[in-house]
């Protein structure tokens, strides 16, 4: 798989997808550290809310081959700035969570702003949209 980094704001469901993708129970836990697994590398929001823990995730994106930039479906606003997407060396993907709960257009347009070409919508407690994900995340051989 492609290492893939997963960055956004607090509770938007980074470590939930994480299990979805892996097989793993889904329960809750609050990450409260970098957790460099086999092939995800799952941040704390707060690294994404902090600025001066910002500087960790810039570092955590060079050893990946993928950033994931999560915005849930029912998200009142985006901690993205516009195209930041265009000051990352890696491939970029926005990924829209928690859409059973509410449409994902507003998330999407968001992640598009921010410069995301490609996007995904999942849920990760109904599964939806997560086997599209993993095909993508799946080297190409
Ligand atoms: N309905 C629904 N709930 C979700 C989804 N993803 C996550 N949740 C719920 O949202 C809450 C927060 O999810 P986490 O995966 O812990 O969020 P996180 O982004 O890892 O949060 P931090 O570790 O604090 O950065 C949990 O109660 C999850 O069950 C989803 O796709 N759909
Ligand atoms: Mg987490």
Request: with cysteine.
């Amino acid at each position: 798989m492609k290492k893939t980094l997963f960055v956004g704001r607090h509770g938007v469901g980074k470590t939930t997808l994480k299990q979805r993708l892996m097989g793993l129970e889904i329960k809750y836990e609050k990450t409260q550290y970098m957790l460099y697994g086999r092939w995800i590398i799952d941040s704390p929001g707060e690294y994404a809310e902090v600025h001066g823990l910002g500087a960790a995730l810039a570092i955590y994106s060079y050893e990946a081959d993928v950033v994931a930039m999560l915005i849930s479906a029912d998200d009142e606003y985006s901690l993205f700035p516009p195209n930041v997407a265009s000051m990352i060396n890696r491939d970029v993907i926005g990924i829209v969570t928690k859409i059973s709960k509410c449409p994902p257009d507003r998330a999407e347009n968001w992640l598009r702003l921010s410069g995301c070409k490609r996007i995904f919508k999942v849920d990760s407690h109904t599964g939806e949209g997560v086997e599209e994900l993993k095909t993508y995340l799946r080297k190409q051989k």
